[in-house]
């Protein structure tokens, strides 16, 4: 298994919800995102779920795992982020050499059901799928970022 710093490996990435956890998955070259079924959070306490969401970055063989920050409009925090704070912190400890990183998704959800609407989707769909495409939308983010900030080689 690739540790985070050692190259290339899979990236795992979450849309923390109420009800489900939305999931994402890249390639092995942390290139592209594609949606995983959803984790149902139901009324699982913070470790809890913190211990199935590690089962599955271990299981997927994850090296880094972006949790999605949902920031208020403003950019400030609200309860909604230190919920996303505390859920990390408590991932952390349970997966040693993966790195956990948040990340902002603003609006990701909202830009899921915009879309979603816009294709005719039916709402009961809508509601099974929102989740885990808005992980993708958090992961492609995360990933194009990075790729954005990587310094580039000329070929002589």
Same mark, same amino acid.
């Given at each position: 298994?690739?540790?985070?710093? !050692?190259?290339? #490996? @899979? /990236? =795992?990435?979450?849309? =923390?919800?109420?009800? @489900?956890? #939305?999931?994402?998955? !890249?390639?092995?070259? #942390? /290139? *592209?995102?594609?949606?995983?079924?959803? =984790? *149902?959070?139901?009324?699982?306490? *913070?470790? @809890?779920?913190? #211990?199935?969401?590690?089962?599955?970055?271990? @299981?997927?063989?994850a090296v880094e795992v972006v949790i999605g920050l949902p920031l208020l409009l403003s950019g400030e925090e609200g309860v909604r982020a230190e919920k996303a704070r505390e859920f990390a912190e408590t991932l952390q400890p349970m997966l040693p050499g993966v790195v956990v990183h948040l990340w902002d998704e603003r609006l990701s959800t909202v830009e899921v059901e915009r879309v979603m609407i816009a294709g005719n989707v039916r709402r009961d769909r809508r509601r099974q799928k929102v989740d885990s495409l808005a992980a993708v939308l958090i992961l492609q983010g995360f990933m194009d970022a990075r790729s954005a900030a990587a310094p580039t080689r000329s070929v002589p």
């Open positions: 298994m690739n540790r985070a710093g !050692s190259g290339p #490996g @899979r /990236i =795992l990435a979450l849309d =923390l919800g109420d009800v @489900r956890i #939305g999931l994402a998955l !890249s390639d092995p070259l #942390g /290139i *592209t995102a594609q949606p995983l079924p959803h =984790l *149902t959070a139901g009324k699982l306490g *913070t470790r @809890r779920l913190a #211990g199935k969401v590690a089962q599955e970055a271990r @299981r997927r063989e």
